[in-house]
């Protein structure tokens, strides 16, 4: 992965060309971004995950370039003084995006906030109030989350991993391509809110409505769909891997053949149901 950051860096940098002190500040950034790398891997990120996240934290080349001695002769104290700028960057950048993490926040008002890619692990959320606020990209990991309300919010590609969401409300919110995984969200509401890619991987979503809903692109794999109601709803290339839907309900709702063909084979009750192109 140290190589995969290095010619990432290296591209940032591909149209400054050679200045003096370019080995020193490639190589200190390697290493900040190295060990922001392992921090994400030690929050339980995959390879991948923790990778895009590292280079998504990239601050802008041209700010750093600003502060970067072009002198030909470049001392000594020149190359500390680069090392300690790119060090305090790195550490503040840090702790700005952990600012949140390991926080009691049960009940806050945190409605009609931009939070955009704040990070909120193991944190205690209860009943807190996200309305209307913007929280794409946010990473929500071992939080407890029960009764917390994101009514209307923007969580476009937020993450939430082995959350307790019992009874949360996330009517009209935006969750495109948000992801939900090993998290419970029994009770939950999402009325009006936008599904479409979203993951609901190994998630709890029993006694949760879903009625007249679209979907598309959204995947249910290993999910526990005890009387979890879809009436009315549309599904469209909509994943159900290995879930527990035999209990779920379906009356009048409309799906491709796919997706009747996976629930068929999750043994749900589709007698009502109408197969769509």
Same mark, same amino acid.
């Given at each position: 992965?140290?190589?995969?950051?290095?010619?990432?860096?290296?591209?940032?940098?591909?149209?400054?060309?050679?200045?003096?002190?370019?080995?020193?500040?490639?190589?200190?950034?390697?290493?900040?971004?190295?060990?922001?790398?392992?921090?994400?891997?030690?929050?339980?990120?995959?390879?991948?995950?923790?990778?895009?996240?590292?280079?998504?934290?990239?601050?802008?080349?041209?700010?750093?370039?600003?502060?970067?001695?072009?002198?030909?002769?470049?001392?000594?104290?020149?190359?500390?003084?680069?090392?300690?700028?790119?060090?305090?960057?790195?550490?503040?950048?840090?702790?700005?995006?952990?600012?949140?993490?390991?926080?009691?926040?049960?009940?806050?008002?945190?409605?009609?906030?931009?939070?955009?890619?704040?990070?909120?692990?193991?944190?205690?959320?209860?009943?807190?109030?996200?309305?209307?606020?913007?929280?794409?990209?946010?990473?929500?990991?071992?939080?407890?989350?029960? +009764?917390? /309300?994101?009514? !209307?919010?923007? %969580? *476009? @590609?937020?993450? &939430?991993?082995?959350? #307790? $969401? =019992?009874?949360?409300?996330?009517?009209?919110?935006?969750?495109?391509?948000?992801?939900?995984?090993?998290?419970?969200?029994? +009770?939950? /509401?999402?009325? !009006?809110?936008? %599904? *479409? @890619?979203?993951? &609901?991987?190994?998630? #709890? $979503? =029993?006694?949760?409505?879903?009625?007249?809903?679209?979907?598309?692109?959204?995947?249910?794999?290993?999910?526990?769909?005890?009387?979890? /109601?879809?009436?009315?709803?549309? %599904?469209?290339?909509?994943? &159900?891997?290995?879930?527990?839907?035999?209990?779920?309900?379906?009356?009048?709702?409309?799906?491709?053949?796919?997706?009747?063909?996976?629930?068929?084979?999750?043994?749900? /009750?589709?007698?009502?149901?109408?197969?769509?192109?």
């Amino acid at each position: 992965m140290e190589e995969q950051l290095k010619q990432f860096i290296d591209k940032q940098f591909a149209k400054y060309g050679d200045f003096p002190s370019k080995k020193d500040v490639i190589g200190e950034l390697l290493a900040n971004l190295t060990e922001k790398y392992h921090d994400y891997k030690e929050e339980g990120m995959s390879d991948s995950e923790a990778y895009q996240a590292t280079v998504d934290s990239f601050g802008d080349v041209a700010e750093i370039m600003e502060q970067v001695p072009h002198k030909k002769d470049v001392s000594d104290e020149d190359n500390r003084s680069v090392q300690r700028m790119l060090k305090d960057t790195f550490r503040k950048a840090k702790k700005s995006r952990s600012k949140f993490s390991s926080t009691v926040l049960k009940k806050t008002d945190l409605s009609d906030t931009n939070l955009i890619g704040e990070e909120f692990s193991y944190s205690e959320l209860t009943e807190i109030c996200f309305d209307r606020a913007n929280l794409s990209e946010a990473r929500f990991r071992g939080s407890n989350l029960r +009764g917390a /309300s994101f009514l !209307g919010t923007n %969580l *476009d @590609g937020a993450s &939430f991993v082995g959350c #307790d $969401l =019992t009874n949360a409300h996330f009517d009209e919110a935006d969750l495109t391509n948000a992801a939900f995984k090993a998290s419970a969200l029994k +009770g939950s /509401s999402f009325k !009006g809110a936008a %599904l *479409d @890619g979203c993951d &609901f991987r190994a998630t #709890d $979503l =029993t006694d949760v409505m879903f009625d007249g809903q679209t979907f598309e692109g959204t995947s249910f794999d290993s999910a526990s769909l005890k009387n979890a /109601s879809f009436k009315n709803a549309t %599904l469209r290339n909509v994943s &159900f891997h290995h879930a527990a839907a035999k209990r779920a309900i379906f009356d009048g709702a409309k799906m491709d053949k796919i997706t009747y063909a996976q629930l068929k084979g999750a043994k749900a /009750s589709l007698d009502n149901v109408e197969v769509v192109k």
